[in-house]
């Protein structure tokens, strides 16, 4: 878990795999497989980057989201979510700003946070 602050950054590298709930604050960068639930704050600016080759099996709840590899579960982001051209999403995004590049491919519904207000 990363230290409180916006300097505060961690790294899970490629040969990481977590089977378990993530919590975090500041910046992670996950290049590895989570088998879980990933977590933070949603008025904090935590930002999460799902790198290219990493996978997370579970829901994601960042501020902030980068996505270059997969995702399968639920994202729910209160500040912006961007889906890089080699994103996979399994999933409903539930979003406040979205950035799609071309060739990125989501399955599920796009579901924006300022349609339910």
């Given at each position: 878990?990363?230290?409180?602050?916006?300097?505060?950054?961690?790294?899970?590298?490629?040969?990481i795999q977590i089977m378990g709930d993530i919590s975090f604050a500041g910046e992670l960068?996950?290049?590895?497989?989570?088998?879980?639930?990933?977590?933070?704050?949603?008025?904090?600016?935590?930002?999460?980057?799902?790198?290219e080759h990493s996978e997370v099996n579970g829901e994601i709840h960042s501020p902030l989201?980068?996505?270059?590899?997969?995702?399968?579960?639920?994202?729910?982001?209160?500040?912006?979510?961007?889906?890089?051209?080699?994103?996979?999403?399994?999933?409903?995004?539930?979003?406040?700003?979205?950035?799609?590049?071309?060739?990125?491919?989501?399955?599920?519904?796009?579901?924006?946070?300022?349609?339910?207000?």
């Amino acid at each position: 878990m990363a230290r409180k602050g916006a300097e505060a950054a961690s790294l899970f590298e490629a040969d990481i795999q977590i089977m378990g709930d993530i919590s975090f604050a500041g910046e992670l960068y996950l290049q590895g497989k989570v088998n879980g639930n990933i977590a933070a704050p949603s008025e904090s600016n935590a930002s999460l980057f799902v790198q290219e080759h990493s996978e997370v099996n579970g829901e994601i709840h960042s501020p902030l989201l980068v996505v270059s590899g997969k995702v399968s579960g639920d994202i729910f982001s209160t500040r912006r979510v961007t889906l890089r051209a080699s994103a996979e999403v399994t999933g409903n995004i539930h979003y406040a700003e979205l950035l799609v590049e071309q060739g990125a491919s989501i399955n599920g519904q796009l579901i924006s946070l300022s349609a339910k207000s």
